[in-house]
Each structure stands twice: as C-alpha cells, then as structure tokens.
C-alpha cells in the first residue's frame, strides 16, 4: 500500500513538474526561437537589398561615358537612395511589429504560467490540508478505539479480581 501511495505521489510530482516547470519553459524557448528566427531573417533580407542595391549603384557607375550617362546614374542613385529608405523605413517597422508581438506572447505565457502555478499550489494546498484531516481523523480513531481496548481490559482486570477476591 505504502508502496502504491509513493508511486503516485511520484508521479503526481512529476507531472506538476512537467506542467509548472517543463512546459512554460518549452513554450517560452519555442516561442524565443520563431521570434529569433524572424528577427534574422528581417535583418538579412534588409542586409542582402542593401548588398543588392548598393552592387547595382557601383555597376551604373560603371556605364558613365558622357553628361547624359552622368546625369542618369544620379538620378537613378536618388531614386536608389529613396527606394532604400523606405524599404528600411519598412523593415525597422517590421522588426517592431515582431518585438511587440514577441513581448505580449512572453507576457501571456507568463501570466498562463503563474495561474496555473497558482492553481496547482492551491490544489496541493487542500491535498496538504485533507491529508492531515484524515491522519488527525485516523488518529483520533486510533485513540478512541486504544482507550476502548484499555476500558475492556480494565474491565475484565476489574472482573477478574472480583472473581478471585469470592
């Protein structure tokens, strides 16, 4: 029986470790990794237009041959300038999105986190408190029937002298 007993609280104790411990930390890495993930890949694909844009520039500089060429490769550099600043413009508010985005779910997580914490502790609290009922009620039982054997027994001494004093 003793052996039952400690299995399952065993058991019991591994699955509120699972669910307080194992679980919000798994949640919370898996959740870290995806906003990670997005996080670098804004990041290169800003980095790689940049790298894209700033290799189409130098090779327009290339094709200068005369003031209509000239002309062209600076304007076309403006509108280049342009173009890149909204497209970082873009990206920055991107990258904002996802932080906020990250941040709430990290707060949601950790709000879930402590109410089931906060729902197990109150579990094992009245577990914790119906187990010293019951242990207080078995002793009582215990007493009374012990103080019931010593009455008996008192009892039958009592005869028994009796019986022996005729």
């Not at 898996?30 to 800003?46: I, N, R």
């Not at 996802?98 to 990290?106: D, I, V």
């Amino acid at each position: 029986m003793k052996n039952e007993n400690t299995k399952a609280y065993g058991n019991q104790a591994t699955e509120q470790f699972d669910d307080a411990i194992v679980e919000p930390v798994r949640a919370y890495g898996a959740l870290t990794t995806d906003y990670f993930e997005q996080l670098f890949s804004a990041q290169l694909d800003t980095v790689r237009a940049f790298a894209d844009n700033s290799l189409a520039q130098s090779r327009s500089w290339l094709e200068v041959k005369d003031s209509d060429s000239f002309r062209q490769v600076v304007e076309q550099q403006q509108q280049a300038v342009r173009e890149l600043s909204e497209r970082l413009k873009e990206d920055a508010d991107k990258i904002r999105s996802l932080s906020q985005e990250y941040l709430k779910e990290t707060q949601q997580l950790t709000t879930e986190s402590m109410q089931s914490g906060r729902k197990q502790l109150e579990e094992s609290m009245q577990k914790g408190q119906s187990q010293v009922e019951d242990s207080f009620k078995k002793g009582k039982e215990e007493d009374d029937d012990t103080q019931q054997k010593n009455q008996q027994h008192t009892d039958k001494s009592k005869k028994s002298a009796s019986t022996l004093e005729k």
